[in-house]
């Protein structure tokens, strides 16, 4: 009897070991668990996500655009609304253009026909830059890319990513984009510094040679430099041409087009002078303006040397006399809905600091705009 006792005994105790190690196992899972979710939290609810401008707290210009090659021609950026697609490219005059467009949707595996034309924005003796347009029609789901072919059926499967046009609401006031030039250090912090001093806060860079380690400075320190800088990759294609300021005006205008109320193209070396106040925003809360864009006149200014420590802007005065009266266009994203009339005289200059080692037809002044008002 006593060997039966000993025996369940022993059977009792192997049986509780076991469940005690069983739920040891699954209380050690569970505390895991609770331990993940202590940390990251609960699971998302998609239902609660909501749309966003910014993406890390930087804004959200677009997908990044970056030229590529095709049969006959380059294609660089594209933009869609609800009914076309639009995407800047570049060709070389006398090629062949393409005569189709393809539309890829999420979705599905193949991509849709649209119907394609084509609109010349600009062309010198070599090159044309172009808007190549897609037309679909509307719907709830609106294509990621497009692909472009100059062969009779002949499918591409080089995209072009898209950027949403998005209906936000406006809170920028001003975006200059800035073109590539040569990197200075020197033009580069003195650019931001001043637009910054005149309310920019905006900026978006076309560039080629900015040191990375610059941009990431920037963009970790945008809050408390409270500016908002956004590099963009230039790998044009071709070497210097007209066409590459009208590409970049382009851009600009599709990119910033309703998320900033004004835009201007400006390079490191062009300053914007407001005439009858010391802050842009202080100039169009003052004025109302009913056409898209204002024309900005534009003068030289000679820098004949650089070993002061001064900034461009204070350190020169040397204004070219130019009887040929330049404007660049600074322009309007949203349309102004007061009564107001329209106040004609110019209010803005474009400053352009160029080196220089002859004087020669070049005129000292004081004034730096009083004199051209009255060409």
């Not at 609800?82 to 005569?99: D, F, H, N, T, W």
């Amino acid at each position: 009897m006593k060997k039966y006792q000993q025996l369940f005994l022993i059977l009792f105790s192997l049986i509780s070991l076991t469940l005690f190690l069983v739920y040891r196992h699954e209380y050690n899972r569970l505390h895991y668990i609770l331990e993940v979710f202590n940390f990251f939290g609960t699971p998302c609810n998609f239902s609660e996500l909501r749309n966003s401008e910014k993406v890390l707290e930087h804004y959200d210009w677009g997908q990044d655009p970056v030229w590529q090659e095709h049969d006959n021609y380059y294609t660089f950026s594209g933009f869609i609304n609800e009914s076309c697609v639009q995407v800047i490219a570049l060709e070389v005059k006398g090629s062949k253009s393409p005569r189709k467009c393809f539309l890829w949707y999420e979705n599905d595996g193949d991509p849709i026909l649209g119907q394609m034309s084509s609109n010349v924005i600009a062309n010198d003796h070599e090159l044309q830059a172009l808007i190549y347009i897609c037309r679909f029609r509307s719907s709830e789901d609106l294509p990621y890319a497009v692909s472009f072919t100059s062969k009779p059926n002949y499918l591409v499967n080089k995209k072009v990513t898209l950027t949403k046009i998005e209906n936000w609401p406006i809170t920028i006031k001003t975006t200059v984009c800035v073109p590539p030039r040569k990197f200075s250090k020197r033009e580069f912090v003195e650019f931001i510094s001043f637009h910054r001093l005149i309310g920019v806060k905006y900026f978006i860079f076309y560039q080629n040679s900015i040191p990375n380690r610059l941009t990431k400075f920037l963009s970790n320190l945008a809050e408390v430099l409270d500016i908002q800088a956004t590099f963009l990759h230039w790998n044009f294609p071709k070497f210097s041409s007209s066409v590459v300021e009208n590409i970049i005006e382009k851009d600009c205008s599709l990119r910033t087009y309703k998320k900033s109320r004004t835009r201007v193209v400006l390079a490191l070396n062009e300053y914007l002078i407001p005439l009858d106040s010391y802050s842009l925003l202080t100039l169009f809360d003052n004025n109302t303006y009913h056409s898209n864009f204002l024309d900005v006149p534009i003068q030289k200014i000679c820098i004949t040397s650089n070993d002061t420590f001064q900034p461009l802007a204070v350190q020169n005065k040397n204004i070219l006399k130019d009887r040929e009266l330049r404007v660049r266009k600074f322009n309007f994203n949203v349309e102004e809905t007061k009564n107001t009339p329209h106040n004609n005289k110019f209010q803005m200059v474009i400053n352009v600091y160029e080196y220089c080692s002859n004087l020669s037809g070049w005129r000292a002044q004081i004034q730096l705009f009083l004199d051209i008002q009255q060409i």
